[in-house]
């Protein structure tokens, strides 16, 4: 309830019981609705976001200082419950090529996308908004395209679930790794396009540019690693020395990826980087209690890391105006088509080489790139730096902004509904029995 007040303030000139009757009702409209979507072979997530485009809220004044805080409040949880689901025992054997998909896969992808992005809106001239009849810059395709890099563990793994004796076990072990380990991956990227594009003058000569830019970007993702270690070890020793109960490891996990983020961000460094890190260290550490481990520390997480996905999508959706979604719609739809039937594809099948999968397995790996709660999370952010990047004109820096918004949401809307729609048909047809069998 209190993430939800803390997106809309209007609420509280509502009686309580009308808030409360109100919050109660749309995040059980969010259960029902779920459970449609997953009959009909979409995410769950989805469901959520369409539910949040019916109700749209519009008449409540939200400021985006406050927007942007929730989003950084949800994106430390997903990235700290994304570094906990990093089992480096389930995905012995294909490790290093789990992080090829994760690391170089998300560069590749983000890479493709970005350029075909700017191409769009330069040598084709689509435009991205009435009034903004210039190309988007490319620093801005590159931030929207990084939005996009991560994948949704979640969602994918939900519509899989009514195949999942299609899919074979070690596939799904890799989806789980690879979408838990480009999150970070995303994020980076983003800080490398957001300091390549907004730092220095514009007069500056581009090696002092990017020397200054690699250099914040290692200080920041070195204090970040160092600092998410640091933590790692004191949630060990905390949760060794005094966690009684299984319950209790709520406690103690949430205190650290609160305490995590925030001393990483006084010491200058990444607070999501610091936050993965110590989750990693949690869910690989060995604990003195036979009941205390990844799984249980997971299970305990679980809820808040649902509500926070849930939380994202439906005010996501309330936000949302659909009108300004029309003069997004056409690079949108070619940004989601470049996404599903090039930049993920490629990103995958450039490591097929180092591979241990069959290229069957491949295919449905490629095709497996749901987007979900992170780049939503992440399009608040482009934003508030889309008015910092070099060379753009100040009166065209909001209309810019929230058209790069709309590109994300109409992507991953498209993403979601088709992708999710096609995968259970496609693990069907991988695994029929005229055809070869897929890794077991």
């Not at 939900?158 to 070690?170: C, N, S």
């Not at 003195?288 to 520390?297: G, K, T």
């Not at 299970?299 to 509500?307: A, C, I, K, R």
């Amino acid at each position: 309830m209190d993430l939800f007040l803390v997106s809309y303030p209007a609420l509280a000139a509502v009686p309580l019981e009308v808030q409360l009757f109100f919050i109660g009702a749309v995040y059980l409209g969010t259960l029902i609705i779920s459970r449609f979507s997953i009959r009909l072979g979409i995410p769950a997530v989805l469901g959520v976001l369409l539910l949040g485009l019916l109700i749209n809220i519009q008449v409540l004044d939200i400021r985006p200082e406050e927007v942007e805080r929730l989003q950084t409040f949800a994106l430390a949880l997903l990235l700290f419950y994304a570094g906990l689901k990093t089992d480096l025992k389930a995905i012995r054997g294909f490790l290093e090529y789990g992080l090829m998909l994760a690391i170089g896969g998300v560069a590749i992808s983000t890479l493709l996308l970005g350029s075909a992005i700017y191409w769009l809106t330069s040598a084709s001239g689509m435009a991205i908004a009435p009034g903004f009849t210039d190309a988007i810059p490319l620093g801005a395709a590159l931030l929207v395209a990084a939005c996009l890099g991560s994948t949704d563990a979640g969602a994918t793994l939900g519509v899989l679930r009514q195949v999942k004796r299609h899919v074979p076990e070690r596939v799904q072990h890799l989806l789980e790794f690879e979408s838990s380990v480009n999150d970070p991956s995303a994020l980076i990227l983003f800080s490398i396009a957001l300091s390549l594009f907004t730092v220095g003058s514009a007069g500056q000569p581009l090696p002092e540019l990017l020397i200054q830019a690699l250099s914040q970007l290692m200080q920041r993702l070195g204090s970040g690693l160092l600092v998410g270690i640091g933590f790692g070890y004191i949630a060990k020793l905390m949760i060794n020395r005094f966690v009684m109960d299984r319950e209790q490891l709520l406690i103690v996990s949430m205190s650290i990826a609160f305490m995590d983020y925030g001393c990483s961000q006084l010491l200058g460094g990444s607070g999501f980087v610091a936050v993965y890190v110590t989750g990693v260290f949690m869910t690989n550490l060995t604990y003195q209690r036979p009941e205390i481990n990844h799984e249980s520390i997971q299970e305990v997480l679980l809820p808040f890391n649902t509500m926070t996905e849930i939380s994202i999508f439906l005010i996501f959706g309330l936000l949302v105006d659909p009108a300004n979604l029309l003069p997004a719609l056409p690079v949108g739809v070619a940004t989601a088509a470049i996404l599903m039937l090039l930049a993920r594809p490629l990103s995958v099948l450039c490591f097929q080489k180092a591979s241990p999968f069959h290229w069957r397995d491949s295919l449905l790996i490629a095709w497996c790139g749901l987007r979900g709660a992170v780049p939503l999370a992440l399009s608040f952010s482009v934003i508030r730096v889309i008015p910092q990047l070099r060379g753009l004109p100040s009166e065209a820096a909001p209309l810019l902004a929230q058209s790069c918004q709309s590109i994300v949401f109409i992507t991953v809307i498209l993403n979601l509904c088709l992708q999710g729609l096609s995968l259970p048909t496609l693990c069907r047809w991988l695994s029929d029995p005229a055809k070869p069998e897929l890794s077991s």
